[in-house]
């Protein structure tokens, strides 16, 4: 078979994506195989060391390698699939069939498509879920650098329960965070295989795909590898809102966070006997309430980053922190903004942000003023009129001048009501977090 893309490459030409292979080496590195007709690719990870191999591993490697797949699926989008290394069952099927279609969602506007792609997976054999599960007693959480997984980790650690962190890759704020945080941390590296980011110059399909499902099939093998028997994630209930619904289906950039992906991955973990449980220790709150929580922990501020370009896979276009101007970097000071001072906030990026009368347009925009929300981690549209509503109270910001703006002309034309305020600020009872847990997070989140 070829391994070499040609000079050009057209997506209508292939007809079928293919799981080839997956193999966990004893010093840590998984290989997950695929391929696009006679193209193929090896996408590999290295898992810390020493290992145990639990029953699960090989079902964990199985779903981490059709869920990691998306991004070589994506370059052509075949109808046509093929599973070299057996079918999934039929939860995990689900679990795919969204994360190709509506994970799929951002991408599919982007490349003009005329519809979501619908790849069908072939069915394997039906597996009973797993029964009930004893509670959690040692707890891996992700870490993104972010001010949610600072959160995270503190209602994990307040819980009494023995916790350490995770990352894909070590990123400057995920290192400052973890470091801060004073707890181990297990890091996994990630190599794409570079024979696809040839074919994204080449003329293959490129864009958005569900990253944070595969970043939790890593978790969770690194989980079982190392003897944790929980996964506590740091998605909030607010990724759970679209962004908008284009041509009868709601696109969702951040779909792989949402409560109906979580319960797909449930689900599908469930099917594989002995494996960790997941879930997300933060989903009852808004994003705003999170905001309000991480305000209090000062210790982070100076470490923590949420602007995407700090992780550009180029680090020829990758900046150090927040570059001040884009929809990540507005989201996150004007929802931290009404629980800090303009100085507080200006130390942690650098600028004031709402001074800044060229910003409006963008803070607009995070109310769907304008446009519709940015593709981006950003919260839902009703918290953002909740903390322009919250800022126009507060002496030392309502005379910033991108305030002054938000509320004359969005505020006014969309006023936000005591009750709105409070339901941002109320923790829902729809989420999965343990009886060992939920004390915790409605200690940190909860006031």
């Known amino acids: 078979m070829s391994t070499t893309p040609q000079a050009t490459f057209d997506p209508a030409a292939i007809r079928a994506f293919q ?13 997950l195989g695929y391929a696009l007709d006679d193209i193929e690719f090896e996408e590999t990870f290295k898992l810390p060391v020493p290992l145990a ?19 070589y699926y994506k370059a052509a989008i075949p109808q046509h699939l093929v599973c070299e290394t057996g079918a999934p069952p039929q939860a995990t099927g689900q679990l795919l069939a969204a994360l190709y279609s509506e994970g799929l969602g ?11 792609p619908h790849p069908q997976f072939p069915r394997g054999d039906d597996v009973p879920a797993a029964g009930p599960r004893s509670e959690p007693e040692r707890i891996l959480v992700p870490v993104g650098g972010g001010k949610d997984s600072c959160v995270a980790i503190e209602v994990a650690r307040r819980s009494g329960l023995h916790t350490e962190l995770f990352s894909v890759g070590d990123a400057g704020p995920i290192r400052a965070t973890a470091e801060l945080a004073g707890l181990p941390r297990h890091t996994v590296t990630r ?7 040839q074919l994204n110059t080449q003329g293959a399909l490129n864009g958005h795909v569900p990253i944070t499902a595969i970043v939790s099939c890593v978790a969770l093998l690194t989980a079982a590898t190392q003897g944790f028997d929980t996964v506590a994630l740091a998605n909030e ?10 041509n009868g289906a709601e696109v969702n950039h951040q779909f792989s966070k949402s409560r109906r992906a979580e319960r797909l991955l449930a689900g599908a973990v469930a099917e594989i006997d002995g494996a960790p449980r997941i879930f997300s220790i933060l989903r009852p709150a808004s994003e705003l309430n999170i905001a309000r929580a991480f305000a209090k922990m000062t210790r982070y501020h100076p470490a923590f980053t949420s602007c995407n370009r700090v992780f550009q896979i180029d680090p020829a276009q990758r900046l150090s922190s927040w570059c001040g101007d884009c929809d990540k970097c507005r989201f996150v000071f004007l929802i931290l903004a009404p629980f800090l001072e303009p100085a507080q906030l200006t130390a942690i990026f650098g600028r004031d942000l709402l001074d800044d009368p060229a910003q409006y347009d963008g803070f607009a925009l995070l109310t769907a003023t304008g446009g519709e929300k940015p593709f981006e981690c950003v919260g839902e549209v009703e918290e953002c009129l909740a903390a322009i509503r919250l800022l126009s109270e507060r002496p030392e910001w309502s005379r910033h001048p991108v305030v002054q703006r938000l509320a004359a002309e969005v505020l006014a034309a969309r006023p936000v009501s005591d009750a709105e305020i409070d339901a941002q600020f109320a923790l829902s009872d729809d989420h999965d977090i343990p009886d060992a847990l939920i004390g915790s997070v409605r200690e940190v989140l909860g006031a």
């Open 191 to 197: 190599r794409i295989d570079p024979r696809l980011l």
């Open 19 to 31: 799981f080839t292979y997956n193999r966990l080496l004893p010093d840590g590195t998984v290989l």
């Open 53 to 71: 191999r639990p029953e699960a591993v090989q079902g964990l490697l199985d779903l981490l390698h059709w869920v990691a797949g998306v991004s």
């Open 106 to 116: 951002e991408f599919a506007v982007v490349n003009g498509l005329d519809r979501l």
């Open 237 to 246: 209930r607010s990724a759970s809102a679209g962004n908008f619904v284009w």
